[in-house]
């Protein structure tokens, strides 16, 4: 038994301050003490009854255990599709039932979606999305039918790519809330370890929802007036295609929550499919525009053709997201890296993504284990990628 830290990164996915260019992440550290090979993943399909102890309170939570560290620690999902990190010292008692986990159904999701956000709130469902607002019915169907959009090009791109991945079988929570004020107050009751300031939206792989705010402020709009008003606002838009993209990768098995993910992969597909377009009926298209932000700051910083951060470190740790001064470099690249391999490389970026999909909740992943991950898959030395990639990003134009 060794003490590790575990960092789950992307427990919220907070990826910027859009349009002050202050770039925020929030990971979660956990400190965890675990064996390295400490963690089993899901044995049973019956559901667990865990007596935690909680701020001086006895809860009751019920789910399915996820993973289990081998110093007691448990992962278990409940059935509204939510993780609870389950510390082994606020466990105070354990039974498997004889009852098969269930996932509630979309009306049952509904229902806890409204308990959970309180009056004033409608739950509209579209063809994979339930979504829960108090913000104008216009721009509920907006962004209903934009979220239709990026599953449908979603899922086509990983068809192009001969990913395997399985569509959600139940439909996904989208909060939006009317104003800023109500979004941000019940991001800090959910997450109170984050800030929220500047931030047009989220997704929180501990909840899985994805939590927005009605960008155009205005309730009464009609759908075109909403479609004018956000088109004011790309960078704010964009937010909305970026979080849904981790919503997705999270529920169609091309992630695992709580797996270790490389922050890099993560936000590197995100932005690859973010880039908005502004003369498409919805403003956005399809997945791999080229990055109009992150391009430009991407060239800016690899002018001295080194790359902006050393490959080693973007593939092995998550650090550089962390600090202000050095996340816009750790965005850029991570941008520029997915967009080439898609582009130039789609076979060994499958490879890589296969084994990205292996990765368990819980499971901790060396920088040695990470680097030869991505190396294995790719295939060639790793030397030669900072000028390959220079090369390539100089030779795109930006969208328009
Ligand atoms: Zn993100």
Redesign the pocket.
Known sequence: MITVLIAVPNVV?L?FSRWRSLLLVSSMILSISTSVLGQTSTVSNFVTEVQIQEGGTSLKVQGLVRAEASDGTVLLEDTQGKYHLLAPSAIQQRQQTSAEFQRMSDEELMASLLKEVGDGFEVSETEHFLICTNSGAAYAEFCGKLLEKVYTEFFAWSENLKLSLTPPTQRLPILIFAAESEFQAHATKIHPETPFENTPGFYTVRDNQVLLWDLTRDRSLRFSAVRKKLSESPLQLATIV??AV?QLAFNSGLQNRFADNPLWF??GL?LYFEQVSLRSPLLWSKPGLINSRHHSEFLRRSADERLPIPLPELLTSDRTFQTAESAPAAYAQSWAMMAWLVRQHPEQLAQYIQKLQALQPLQTVSADQRTQMFQESLGSPLEELPGDLITWARRQRSAR
Do not use: L
């Open positions: 996915c990826c970026h979080e981790h993560s936000e995100a």
